[in-house]
């Protein structure tokens, strides 16, 4: 059975930092393209970073929302993606979601903006800001 579980939600104070993690199992995780998104009750999906299995190189891309902020990785050993928030902000309250897909021999990952290309979800993470 697929899963991804998030952990390492939580109440922080503006300018702090959050390390969350996305545990996964059920699938050959380094061959997926993951990323990151955050919902806000009522608003739409937004996507916030992204990461390419290592046989595409790695390659990282995040929303402008928070370039310089947040860090996406991965360790493949541990089937495990990271997000690394700093200098967070009272509007980085969300619920925080893991995404996979697989990466296809033709074509990028998804972007950002596709939510809807991405086929597994975990279940989320509160995070909350305080300013």
């Known amino acids: 059975q697929q899963k991804l579980v998030e952990s390492g939600g939580g109440s922080v104070e503006a300018g702090g930092s959050l390390t969350l993690s996305c545990s996964t199992s059920g699938f050959p995780f380094g061959g997926y393209c993951m990323a990151w998104f955050r919902q806000v009750s009522t608003k739409r999906r937004e996507g916030i970073a992204r990461?390419?299995?290592?046989?595409?190189?790695?390659?990282?891309f995040y929303a402008d929302s928070v370039e310089g902020r947040f860090t996406i990785s991965r360790d493949d050993d541990a089937n495990t993606l990271y997000l690394q928030l700093d200098s967070l902000k009272s509007e980085d309250t969300a619920m925080y979601y893991c995404?996979?897909?697989?990466?296809?021999?033709?074509?990028?990952?998804?972007?950002?903006?596709?939510?809807?290309?991405?086929?597994?979800w975990g279940q989320g993470t509160q995070v909350t800001v305080s300013s």
């Open positions: 995404a996979a897909e697989v990466k296809r021999l033709e074509g990028p990952c998804p972007g950002l903006e596709r939510s809807d290309d991405y086929s597994m």
């Open positions: 990461i390419y299995p290592f046989s595409g190189g790695g390659k990282t």
